[in-house]
Structures are given as structure tokens and as C-alpha cells.
T-cell receptor, first 112, second 111 residues
Framework: NAGVTQTPKFQVLKTGQSMTLQCAQDMNHNSMYWYRQDPGMGLRLIYYSASEGTTDKGEVPNGYNVSRLNKREFSLRLESAAPSQTSVYFC???????????FGSGTRLTVV | SQQGEEDPQALSIQEGENATMNCSYKTSINNLQWYRQNSGRGLVHLILIRSNEREKHSGRLRVTLDTSKKSSSLLITASRAADTASYFCVSNNNAGNMLTFGGGTRLMVKP
């Protein structure tokens, strides 16, 4: 089925470890996004990529880096994980212009 | 900080009743969207209303938008136990490249 695929679905890291969250979409969308959701809250934008080859900071970019590898793939990297980064991470894509958002099923990350 | 504020934060109703959730946002928008999130799951798009629209319907959903008050409401009529979820108001900025989420309303529909 068409959509946004995130891997892994669950991950436990030790403080200071690094990891990359992967996201891929097969809908030929121009824009891709990474959000985090903390318990009882809405999603907050970490980084986005309006089009292939561009990335921009969102509301909470500190501690993260991103790569728009190609039109399909947008990865999120934690270079040195901290307990404050324990959260559920969602990748999304859209056709652009504010329409047609599709979300992945999320990655539940715990940093101990 | 998040742009949207939702009211109420939690709502508990009986099956068959209507549920109304309100949302406010702070800056100019291109459109406003409502999403549902079941516990531990991803988000599902429910309905989108453009900034030049005032009301929109989709099945049992009715959304209103008042850009002068920077507010929106979502009405779910004849609620069902399966409607139990968190509902998020999401504003889209004028450039159309960024969604901003409210804190959500946790709806519980009792059978």
C-alpha cells in the first residue's frame, strides 16, 4: 500500500549513542517532515524538507540533523542521544502547498 | 511553543451524543486541518478547511472556521465508541510548508 514507511518502530538507546531514523514515501510527494510527540501533547516540527535538496529547521531542531537523500527518503539523525529525546517520532510527507499530508506510523524512541 | 490551543483538553460523552471541540490559533493560515490519533497510533487526516471557507461537512463531521477570531470547531454528531481518540487541530501557515499542532482533545465515547 502507498504511504509513509518509518523504520525502526521501536528503539532503546543509551545516553550518548547515535542513531538514524529512516523514512520513505512512495507517493511522489515533494515535501517531507519530521515531528516528535511527547506524552499528552501534539506534534512539534523538528525539520522539514520542502523539496529535494532543501532542508529547514522547525520548532525544535536542537540535537538533530536531517538528510533528504532523494525525493523518496528523509532521514533523521541523533548524534548523541539524550533522555530528553525520548519521544515518539513521526515522519510525514505532502504534495506541498499545505495539502495532502500523510503520516507514518511512528518510531517510539527511549533514551536511558 | 505550539500555535494552537484546544478546548476542552478532555471530553467524555455517551454514545449517540454530539461532541464539540474548539481550537484557536495565533497567526495567519493557508488552511486548517483536523486529525485523529488513536492511542499509540499514527495520525489520520479527517478534514481540511481553507482560509476562505467558513464551514465544511464530511459525513458525521462538521468543521467551522472563523478567521477573524482565529478559531475553529469540530463537531462529531451521533458519536460512536469507535470515535474514542485524540483529535488535533492543525494550522497550516501561509507559505503552506509547515503544520502547527494544538495540544489535542482526548475524546472518550462510552458505549
Amino acid at each position: 500500500n502507498a504511504g509513509v514507511t518509518q523504520t525502526p518502530k521501536f528503539q532503546v538507546l543509551k545516553t550518548g549513542q547515535s542513531m538514524t531514523l529512516q523514512c520513505a514515501q512512495d507517493m511522489n510527494h515533494n515535501s517531507m517532515y519530521w515531528y516528535r510527540q511527547d506524552p499528552g501533547m501534539g506534534l512539534r516540527l523538528i525539520y522539514y524538507s520542502a523539496s529535494e535538496g532543501t532542508t529547514d529547521k522547525g520548532e525544535v531542531p536542537n540535537g538533530y540533523n536531517v538528510s533528504r537523500l532523494n525525493k523518496r527518503e528523509f532521514s533523521l539523525r541523533l548524534e548523541s542521544a539524550a533522555p530528553s529525546q525520548t519521544s515518539v517520532y513521526f515522519c510525514a510527507s505532502s504534495v506541498g502547498g499545505g495539502y495532502g499530508y500523510t503520516f507514518g506510523s511512528g518510531t517510539r524512541l527511549t533514551v536511558v | 511553543s505550539q500555535q494552537g490551543e484546544e478546548d476542552p483538553q478532555a471530553l467524555s460523552i455517551q454514545e449517540g451524543e454530539n461532541a464539540t471541540m474548539n481550537c484557536s490559533y495565533k497567526t495567519s493560515i493557508n488552511n486548517l486541518q483536523w486529525y485523529r490519533q488513536n492511542s499509540g497510533r499514527g495520525l489520520v487526516h479527517l478534514i481540511l478547511i481553507r482560509s476562505n471557507e467558513r464551514e465544511k461537512h464530511s459525513g458525521r463531521l462538521r468543521v467551522t472556521l472563523d478567521t477573524s477570531k482565529k478559531s475553529s470547531s469540530l463537531l462529531i454528531t451521533a458519536s460512536r465508541a469507535a470515535d474514542t481518540a485524540s483529535y488535533f487541530c492543525v494550522s497550516n501557515n501561509n507559505a503552506g510548508n509547515m503544520l502547527t499542532f494544538g495540544g489535542g482533545t482526548r475524546l472518550m465515547v462510552k458505549p
